[in-house]
């Protein structure tokens, strides 16, 4: 069936269903974004039979004081008067200081909970908060056709997760810049129908040496709008100017934006850090790690261009060790020590103390 659409992009359409509050089949799961839920598939869901079940990570987990048996994450089961309200406030901790007191919970233990680590990164692949509605089906596929619902192999779908999409060349051509009249900029998109990666090229670079070469995460707020929080506008702007100054080098630009976790929850978390929290605190409470970005897609990158050693522009230590495990040869790690202010003090001292930053 050559127009049927296979794991990758059914995942594809999953993402885009759950974003819109659409349920979806994954396994034997029924899955809902605790993000997007609407009180009327809420009100349907726990009509079914059997445990309706609010999958949420082991971070989150630890802030609401619910035991994670499983691990990973923690499996809720629904009170049979729970609200919408009541989700909202599991899943997103923007009340937690005026609320805190949520619990006591009762969470499942025993049994395979790997639908349910699947369904979370689903949902975190979407860039949504890390919880999920889930409820066991007894008859998924028909309950899948009756409903119109996409439906996800979950074995394939738990190894697509974890793996890198592959990435293809889009186009090239040249881009003038401030930095440097002789740019060209390269536009790289996954399989997986996400977001899409640049490469900046400075000049000609010469492929058999190493080449200067930063990692930079989208910022949409220091990028763009000049934000004083953190130090990404400058560390950006930096980078260009001095690979401008010896006339070659690459700038990545890869759409990771809030380490990994997108604009929206990035926003939450800075909402955190504005009750007291700091960077990896507020990443926590939010279900999320420290990091969730992924720098293979770097070294993928590099390699498609013809380079197979670089000298990083990084203070992150963590950069440097997943360039050289994803095959490129880290010859200098070069500091990009810029952009503190009054603002983002705290910040970068979380980043040397808790992300072991060099700074």
């Known amino acids: 069936m050559p127009f049927a659409p296979n794991v990758t992009e059914m995942l594809a359409r999953a993402r885009a269903d759950l974003r819109m509050g659409v349920p979806v089949v994954l396994g034997n799961i029924l899955i809902m974004a605790a993000e997007t839920l609407t009180p009327e598939r809420?009100?349907?869901?726990?009509?079914?039979?059997?445990d309706?079940?609010?999958a949420i990570t082991a971070r989150r987990a630890q802030t609401l004081k619910a035991r994670a048996y499983d691990g990973d994450l923690a499996r809720i089961i629904l009170p049979v008067n729970a609200t919408l309200a009541w989700v909202h406030s599991i899943a997103d901790p923007a009340d937690d200081l005026s609320a805190p007191m949520k619990g006591p919970f009762r969470t499942q233990r025993g049994g395979d909970a790997g639908l349910h680590m699947t369904a979370l990164n689903l949902v975190k692949s979407a860039r949504l908060l890390p919880a999920a509605v889930t409820v066991v089906l007894e008859h998924p596929a028909a309950f899948a056709h009756n409903h119109s619902l996409t439906v996800v192999d979950s074995a394939a779908a738990a190894l697509l997760l974890q793996a890198n999409s592959p990435l293809h060349s889009v186009v090239h051509a040249r881009l003038p810049m401030e930095a440097s009249d002789k740019g060209?900029?390269?536009i790289f998109r996954p399989e997986n129908g996400g977001e899409e990666h640049y490469a900046i090229e400075i000049g000609r670079p010469d492929r058999s040496v190493p080449v200067l070469c930063r990692l930079h995460s989208a910022c949409f707020t220091g990028d763009i709008l000049g934000s004083l929080k953190c130090d990404c506008g400058?560390?950006?702007?930096a980078a260009l100017a001095q690979m401008g100054q010896i006339g070659n080098g690459v700038l990545l630009y890869l759409n990771q934006e809030g380490r990994g976790i997108g604009l929206a929850n990035k926003m939450r978390a800075y909402s955190l850090q504005d009750q007291g929290f700091d960077t990896v605190e507020a990443n926590h409470r939010l279900g999320f790690e420290?990091?969730?970005?992924?720098?293979r897609l770097g070294a993928?990158?590099?390699?498609?261009?013809?380079?197979?050693?670089?000298?990083l522009l990084t203070n992150n230590p963590r950069k440097v060790d997943m360039m050289e495990k994803s095959g490129i040869r880290v010859a200098e790690r070069v500091p990009l020590t810029v952009g503190e202010n009054r603002h983002n003090a705290a910040y970068l001292a979380t980043k040397a103390a808790k992300s072991g930053h060099l700074l």
């Not at 809420?42 to 059997?50: F, I, K, P």
């Not at 400058?234 to 702007?237: F, I, K």
């Not at 420290?290 to 720098?295: K, L």
Request: proline content about 3%.
């Open 42 to 50: 809420l009100n349907e869901a726990v009509q079914l039979d059997g």
């Open 52 to 54: 309706t079940v609010l």
């Open 184 to 186: 060209r900029l390269h």
């Open 234 to 237: 400058p560390q950006l702007h």
């Open 290 to 295: 420290d990091d969730e970005r992924d720098f």
């Open 300 to 311: 993928d990158i590099l390699k498609q261009m013809g380079f197979s050693a670089v000298e």
